[in-house]
């Protein structure tokens, strides 16, 4: 699953080994990234509210994280 976190960055998270695996994606690389866990027992639909959490400091008003088809 792709998720652009507020048009500041794109995530690509992966479902590996029972835990959730977060990739940055840049200049059209995956990089893996390990600046935050996401606890491995929140459901695939939850993850976006996550994010936000995580990152709400970075958003502005009326932005949100959205998943990319």
Do not use: C, T
Request: proline residues 6%; negative net charge.
């Amino acid at each position: 699953m792709r998720f652009n976190v507020y048009g500041r960055f794109l995530l690509d998270i992966k479902r590996e080994g029972g835990a959730w695996v977060i990739y940055r994606i840049a200049d059209g690389k995956r990089v893996l990234s390990n600046d935050f866990v996401i606890p491995s027992d929140l459901e695939e639909a939850e993850i976006p509210q996550f994010l936000d959490d995580v990152f709400h400091e970075l958003s502005g008003p009326d932005d949100r994280v959205d998943v990319v088809p």
